[in-house]
């Protein structure tokens, strides 16, 4: 299932580096929360959404690519409002595999991933291991993340069109 959906996140410094989580849900005028699972589904920040819309105070990410049991799990891309843009494998809604993060500052940190951590690749301060091996992985790994958003945005435009 492939979905594009539009969420807050925490906003501190290990969160921007290493976490994709979830975070308190949006707001709506009304009073009620809303949650990823209740639909707000492909929008701008701050957008209304229906009868109402919301307020975000908090970066929204914008995530699309694959999904197994309501998380993120095989290619995906996330955008997110503040700049942070990472496209590549997830597992149990995690950076697990090869991909690259791009920071708002325009810095890259490419290579493997586990469980949210870089464990190969090219960053500051550590040892990039074959790396020309892992560059070929990780723009292949980009490219398939890339196909799998576009296959998601046509599924939600298609949904949103019944």
């Known amino acids: 299932m492939a979905a594009v959906i539009l969420f807050p996140l925490r906003t501190s410094i290990n969160s ?13 005028e009304d009073g009620n929360a809303t949650t990823p699972t209740d639909g707000v589904v492909a929008g701008l920040a701050g957008s209304p959404v229906g009868r109402g819309g919301f ?9 699309a690519g694959e999904w197994r ?15 942070l843009h990472y496209a590549g494998e997830w597992a149990g809604n995690k ?16 290579g493997k991933y586990k469980q949210n951590v870089l464990v190969s690749g090219k960053r500051k301060n550590l040892i990039p291991l074959r790396a ?12 398939a993340a890339e196909k799998a958003a576009d296959i998601a945005k046509q599924k939600a435009e298609i949904a949103m069109s019944r």
């Open 16 to 28: 921007l580096r290493s976490e994709h989580s979830h975070g308190p849900p949006a707001v709506l």
């Open 55 to 63: 307020a975000l105070t908090a970066p929204s990410e914008m995530y």
């Open 69 to 83: 049991s309501d998380q993120r799990a095989g290619w995906g891309v996330s955008r997110r409002s503040d700049g």
């Open 95 to 110: 950076r697990h595999g090869y991909g690259c993060t791009t920071f708002p500052d325009g810095t890259k940190e490419e």
């Open 132 to 143: 020309s091996k892992i560059r070929e992985k990780v723009d292949r790994a980009v490219e």
